[in-house]
């Protein structure tokens, strides 16, 4: 099949690429624009009570204002407050208000703190519906412009803090973290493959054709976004940027080495390019449909976030197989060997290479190889018990220089840290009758009552008097682990345990949403992640007629993936002092390093059955895999893990910790898991390995299996004849 793609790209190569250029030039200009959000109650289930909570207050409260941003204001000398300082507070908020700034509903300014530190103006304004609609953003952008000039004389400082404040630094972040991601891979990409071929095409090769690729990628992610009504979280423009031009470069590479060895061999270069797509065909096609399972299982996730990023990742991976088996093909067909130029090193295989002094080790001692990369895998994944999560997701991309950051532990020093998101209890009658006044008021007071809570509002009535709305300001971030433990251990069952006899509480806002996101994560732990194992496991017994090698593999991955979470723990949370790793970090951790390090265990052991069917002993037929294909996967692997970790240029934590996991995940994947472990291990096994369609035994060229005592050499005669023919 993949002999036929080969000769069918090599013979009209000008056909394949005209038709890759029309087809992105519809995709793009027919594609609706690429939407995301960070609004966390987005994308969870509605059967959730934070949800069901917000249902209520739209409901019975819809002209109830929502705080879409607060002014915090200081004296200038960090002294305390005076009443003339609240007088000018209470003067620049009037004015504030006065200018009539859209989306702006009312400022109101507030109480004093406690410690005479700190006075807050809230700015209430619409509940954002559609995550496209940047005017509550636009509104913060005037107010802050508009503040400064009315400070002046006064001795005060302020900033504006919460969420539309918080929406406003995160844009201006994320377009700053695309450009640097983005620049950052493409110099990447371009440096590495300069060092390893010495030749500018090569270079810039995946630049061009991924260039092309990948506003195709975004236009039918759009696409798919709109008409199956998904949402994509805020970070997912970056990580489709390194996924493309990491996951592409691979299969580039992949498809080069093979074809600069067949060009070794004798091969002329058409010739040596369907020996490329014939070999390395199944390999890559197998370690994509990996990949595309993989992210695929993020459908069944109950999260709206990770179910829209599964598809998109899926389709851009999808759409860099299709390139990769016939556009890259196609375009270096017509180049020949001039895609190597100036350089001249691709005629000769160097000697005395480290990946064939490796394969050499291996292939004496698989045992002492095997033990040892098990071991450091093992003492690297440790560091996971120490693991918290983190479910700030507007917070932890922001960084901590940004205005609405510095507001926030400015207003936090004279309220308590809960202050910036209140809580809301809602209290409803089950029989639609008015609730009573005695039971509403001592309703509040058991809420005031619990451990963690700093204050309780008087409760706000609807018209009919059938739901009453509760202020709760928490002691802690709204965002904190002590914050959601109040939540979860003690706010939420005292509201349901305490509320009046023939009414019922929901809990709700912000610290609720994180709540039921830690919720909806642990349920997916247990599904997303079984589940993608036993798809990989399934595409690995399918391409290598075997029972027992896919049961190794996924072992490998799993060490690897331990390892990945360990160490990630370690340097942000041990070292890093952070309060955790972002929430769905391990989540799409597990799935780029089982999938993308399953791509690089596949590439391995179809070589080291290529070597096994040419007549080489388990040993022998690992040695040389290594030999061959350490190069490739280690180029690989080094060109993908410094795409990832162009993410840490993006300046907040959440995509620091997702480019160090990913980068540091697939190091450990090409370098410990597929160049070392699953290598000695399958020569340890030996031909059980491949039980029970023993896919290592000899082949003649015909395909069929050969009888004992042919040499390895006799046989790659068979198969060049094979392929002439």
């Known amino acids: 099949m993949f002999s036929g793609l080969g000769r069918f790209v090599v013979r009209r190569p000008w056909w394949i690429i005209l038709a890759w250029v029309v087809a992105a030039g519809a995709v793009i200009s027919l594609a609706p624009k690429l939407t995301s959000s960070s609004d966390e109650a987005s994308f969870l289930p509605d059967h959730y009570e934070s949800i069901r909570a917000a249902d209520v207050q739209e409901k019975e409260f819809p002209k109830q204002q929502n705080v879409g941003a607060i002014i915090v204001f200081q004296r200038s000398d960090k002294g305390k407050l005076t009443a003339a300082d609240s007088a000018e507070v209470k003067r620049v908020s009037q004015e504030l208000q006065a200018r009539k700034i859209p989306d702006v509903q009312a400022v109101v300014p507030g109480e004093v703190s406690p410690n005479k530190r700190v006075q807050t103006s809230v700015v209430a304004m619409p509940k954002v519906t559609d995550p496209e609609d940047t005017a509550p953003q636009d509104a913060v952008e005037k107010l802050r412009s508009d503040l400064e000039p009315e400070l002046k004389g006064t001795g005060l400082s302020a900033g504006i803090t919460g969420s539309a404040a918080q929406a406003l630094?995160?844009?201006?972040?994320?377009?700053?973290?695309?450009?640097?991601?983005?620049?950052?891979?493409?110099?990447?990409?371009?440096?590495?493959?300069?060092?390893?071929?010495?030749?500018?095409?090569?270079?810039?090769?995946?630049?061009?054709?991924?260039?092309?690729?990948?506003?195709?990628?975004?236009?039918?992610?759009?696409?798919?976004?709109?008409?199956?009504?998904?949402?994509?979280?805020?970070?997912?423009?970056?990580?489709?940027?390194?996924?493309?031009?990491?996951?592409?470069?691979?299969?580039?590479?992949?498809?080069?080495?093979?074809?600069?060895?067949?060009?070794?061999?004798?091969?002329?270069?058409?010739?040596?390019?369907?020996?490329?797509?014939?070999?390395?065909?199944?390999?890559?096609?197998?370690?994509?449909?990996?990949?595309?399972?993989?992210?695929?299982?993020?459908?069944?996730?109950?999260?709206?976030?990770?179910?829209?990023?599964?598809?998109?990742?899926?389709i851009a991976v999808f759409l860099t197989l299709l390139a990769g088996l016939t556009l890259v093909p196609a375009v270096v067909s017509l180049l020949g060997t001039k895609v190597f130029w100036p350089s001249k090193s691709w005629r000769h295989e160097p000697q005395g290479t480290g990946f064939a002094r490796l394969g050499a080790s291996i292939a004496r001692k698989p045992a002492v190889w095997a033990v040892v990369s098990a071991v450091f895998m093992g003492a690297l994944a440790l560091g996971a018990l120490g693991y918290k999560a983190n479910f700030d997701l507007a917070g932890s991309s922001l960084p901590d220089d940004k205005e609405s950051m510095v507001a926030m532990r400015d207003l936090e020093k004279g309220f308590p840290a809960g202050a910036t998101d209140p809580t809301s209890v809602y209290l409803t009658s089950d029989s639609g009758k008015p609730l009573p006044e005695a039971g509403a008021a001592a309703f509040r007071e058991r809420l005031s009552d619990v451990p963690g809570v700093g204050s309780v509002a008087a409760p706000q009535l609807n018209p009919g008097r059938t739901t009453a709305s509760y202020s709760v300001i928490l002691t802690d971030p709204p965002a904190s682990d002590e914050a959601l433990a109040t939540l979860k251990d003690r706010l939420r069952p005292a509201a349901h345990e305490e509320a009046p006899e023939g009414s019922r509480a929901l809990v709700g806002g912000t610290t609720a949403i994180y709540a039921d996101i830690n919720k909806a994560v642990d349920r997916d732990y247990s599904v997303v992640f079984p589940v993608a194992a036993l798809a990989i496991m399934v595409i690995l017994g399918l391409l290598l007629r075997s029972l027992v090698a896919p049961w190794y593999l996924m072992l490998s991955v799993a060490l690897g993936f331990g390892a990945t979470l360990g160490a990630t723990s370690l340097i942000f949370q041990q070292i890093g002092s952070q309060p955790g790793l972002m929430f769905m970090l391990p989540v799409i951790m597990y799935l780029f390093v089982v999938a993308l390090g399953t791509d690089y265990n596949i590439l391995m052991v179809s070589r080291l059955r290529e070597e096994a069917r040419a007549g080489r002993s388990p040993r022998d037929a690992a040695g040389t895999a290594v030999r061959h294909s350490g190069p490739t996967i280690g180029?690989?692997?080094?060109?993908?893990?410094?795409?990832?970790?162009?993410?840490?240029?993006?300046?907040?934590?959440?995509?620091?910790?997702?480019?160090?996991?990913?980068?540091?995940?697939?190091?450990?994947?090409?370098?410990?898991?597929?160049?070392?472990?699953?290598?000695?291990?399958?020569?340890?096994?030996?031909?059980?390995?491949?039980?029970?369609?023993?896919?290592?035994?000899?082949?003649?060229?015909?395909?069929?299996?050969?009888?004992?005592?042919?040499?390895?050499?006799?046989?790659?005669?068979a198969d060049g004849a094979s392929r002439l023919r």
């Open 169 to 314: 630094d995160e844009s201006d972040a994320s377009k700053r973290a695309g450009l640097l991601v983005g620049v950052g891979t493409i110099v990447i990409i371009v440096v590495l493959l300069l060092v390893i071929f010495r030749s500018p095409i090569i270079a810039l090769l995946p630049v061009v054709l991924i260039g092309l690729i990948s506003p195709m990628a975004t236009g039918l992610i759009a696409s798919a976004n709109k008409a199956f009504d998904m949402k994509a979280d805020s970070s997912i423009q970056e990580l489709l940027t390194v996924v493309l031009f990491g996951v592409g470069t691979d299969y580039i590479l992949f498809l080069l080495f093979r074809y600069r060895e067949a060009l070794r061999a004798g091969e002329d270069p058409k010739g040596a390019m369907v020996h490329a797509v014939e070999r390395v065909g199944e390999a890559i096609t197998s370690a994509a449909g990996a990949v595309i399972v993989a992210f695929a299982a993020l459908t069944l996730s109950s999260l709206g976030m990770l179910r829209s990023m599964g598809p998109a990742l899926a």
């Open 635 to 717: 180029s690989a692997g080094v060109i993908l893990a410094g795409t990832f970790a162009t993410l840490i240029l993006a300046g907040n934590s959440t995509l620091s910790q997702m480019g160090f996991s990913l980068s540091f995940g697939i190091a450990i994947a090409a370098f410990v898991m597929a160049m070392v472990f699953t290598p000695a291990l399958t020569a340890l096994i030996g031909h059980a390995a491949w039980w029970p369609g023993h896919g290592d035994e000899k082949r003649d060229g015909d395909g069929t299996a050969a009888p004992p005592g042919d040499a390895p050499e006799q046989q790659e005669r």
